[in-house]
C-alpha cells in the first residue's frame, strides 16, 4: 500500500502530464508548485456562532466554535462544541456569524468541504457572506 507522500506524488505525477498543469502554472508564479492555493488564508482566532442545515434549510444543530482561519473562498472552524445537535448523516450546510473581534457582524454560509469529529473541525467553502450593520 502506497504510504500518504507516494501517492500525494503520484498525483503530482499525473496533474503535470494532463492540460489542467497548464492552467495551474498559469495561475501560479512559480510553476513547478502545482498544488499552490488560489488565496492565501488568513489566520485568525474569533469566536463564532455555527449552524448547521438540512437540504430544505431547517436548522438540525447550532454551537459555538473558532474561526481558524479563511479567505475569500472558504474558512476552517476549530475548536466546535455543539449546544443543541449534532453532526448530521445526510447533506448538511452550514452559517456562522462572527460574534466578536474587528470582524463582528460578519456571517457566511456555504457547503462543508471536510469535518473531522476527532478533531472538531469543520472546512466549508463559502456560498455567500453578507455584514449585517
Known amino acids: 500500500m502506497a504510504s500518504k507522500?507516494?501517492?500525494h506524488r503520484i498525483l503530482l505525477d499525473r496533474i503535470k502530464k494532463t492540460r489542467v498543469r497548464d492552467q495551474i502554472a498559469a495561475k501560479n508564479k512559480n510553476p513547478r508548485?502545482?498544488?499552490?492555493?488560489?488565496?492565501?488564508?488568513?489566520?485568525?482566532?474569533?469566536?463564532?456562532?455555527?449552524?448547521?442545515?438540512d437540504p430544505k434549510g431547517g436548522r438540525v444543530a447550532w454551537g459555538s466554535a473558532v474561526l481558524v482561519d479563511y479567505s475569500p473562498n472558504g474558512a476552517l472552524l476549530g475548536h466546535i462544541m455543539f449546544d443543541e445537535g449534532f453532526w448530521p448523516d445526510?447533506?448538511?450546510s452550514v452559517?456562522?456569524?462572527?460574534?466578536g473581534g474587528p470582524y463582528e457582524g460578519v456571517y457566511a454560509y456555504g457547503t462543508?468541504?471536510?469535518?473531522?469529529?476527532?478533531r472538531a473541525n469543520l472546512?466549508?467553502?463559502?456560498d455567500g457572506l453578507y455584514v449585517k450593520l
Open 123 to 126: 472546512a466549508l467553502r463559502f
Open 90 to 92: 445526510t447533506d448538511f
Open 33 to 53: 508548485i502545482a498544488c499552490r492555493r488560489e488565496f492565501k488564508r488568513e489566520h485568525t482566532n474569533q469566536r463564532v456562532h455555527f449552524s448547521l442545515h
Open 5 to 7: 507522500t507516494t501517492s
Open 112 to 118: 462543508p468541504l471536510r469535518f473531522a469529529t476527532s
Open 95 to 99: 452559517s456562522f456569524k462572527v460574534t
